[in-house]
């Protein structure tokens, strides 16, 4: 199936493995990653999921164009628009599955193309320094259509979202870091072990309130700031009768690290 699983205490790795075909996703594989993110939703002890490619030279290069080009001409684009309105979308996260907890992508390489759009459905990003970045759709007569064109320009400022996707031209790990598109960028050695600490450390945290966070910021990212207020106290009053917030009241005045539950 050429995706792993690993499981880490709370956290689940997820590695896309087809180093061969530069981590190129086929239907099979994104049919099995949106397996894994269910699996990951349903499961309430893991925490924080990490996402990466296998080998060091590509984390993932997009959809697989020899399979898609029979996928194009089997439907008409009436009948791939409905089905891809029912159906999640590359790697599973892109379109029509939330797995309602973080994601780290660790790119360990070339993220183009549908790769980009891959990563930028997870919500933090760490990046090797050889790690090179681009939407190049339009070279070949596409353009980004899971979700490129929809979050880039949300994660960085417009103008820049505009040139990458326009001129079809990547970016390197440093312009990628300097734009906001990734948290940090490390040394290629040590990627791994920086996402799984940032995993650890979100992990670590009251998971009901990390779920609730995560929600309220995306969901409120583009209401008017008082509806976005309205938003946030929405999901703020339920965990205050949470079992969690018990425990991390009771471990700050004990000056302990709590304990909790997600009860």
């Not at 996402?51 to 959809?63: I, K, M, W």
């Not at 379109?95 to 994601?103: F, S």
Request: aromatic content about 4%.
């Amino acid at each position: 199936m050429s995706i792993r699983i690993e499981r880490r205490a709370a956290v689940l790795v997820v590695t896309i493995d087809r180093p061969e075909a530069r981590n190129a996703l086929d239907r099979a594989m994104s049919r099995a990653l949106s397996e894994a993110w269910t699996q990951y939703r349903e499961d309430a002890a893991l925490r924080v999921a990490v996402l990466t490619g296998a080998g060091e030279a590509s984390f993932c290069a997009g959809a697989d164009l020899k399979e898609i080009g029979d996928y194009y001409r089997s439907m008409s684009p009436i009948e791939r628009r409905e089905r891809g309105e029912r159906e999640p979308g590359l790697g599973g996260i892109t379109r029509n599955l939330d797995p309602g907890k973080p994601v780290i992508a660790a790119i360990n390489g070339h993220c183009l193309a549908g790769g980009l759009e891959l990563a930028l459905a997870c919500d933090l990003r760490v990046a090797a320094e050889h790690a090179t970045f681009g939407l190049p759709e339009v070279r070949w007569g596409l353009m980004p259509g899971a979700g490129g064109t929809q979050r880039l320009p949300r994660a960085i400022p417009l103008a820049v979202a505009a040139e990458m996707i326009l001129t079809a031209q990547p970016i390197d790990a440093r312009r990628a870091c300097e734009i906001g598109l990734v948290n940090r960028v490390v040394p290629a050695a040590r990627l791994m072990d920086e996402a799984l600490a940032l995993a650890r450390r979100i992990a670590s945290n009251g998971p009901l309130a990390v779920q609730a966070a995560r929600a309220a910021l995306y969901r409120g990212l583009h209401l008017p700031l008082e509806e976005g207020l309205r938003l946030e106290q929405f999901y703020a009053e339920p965990l205050r009768a949470s079992e969690d917030v018990q425990e991390g009241l009771r471990a700050f005045v004990e000056k302990r690290v709590p304990e909790f539950t997600g009860r």
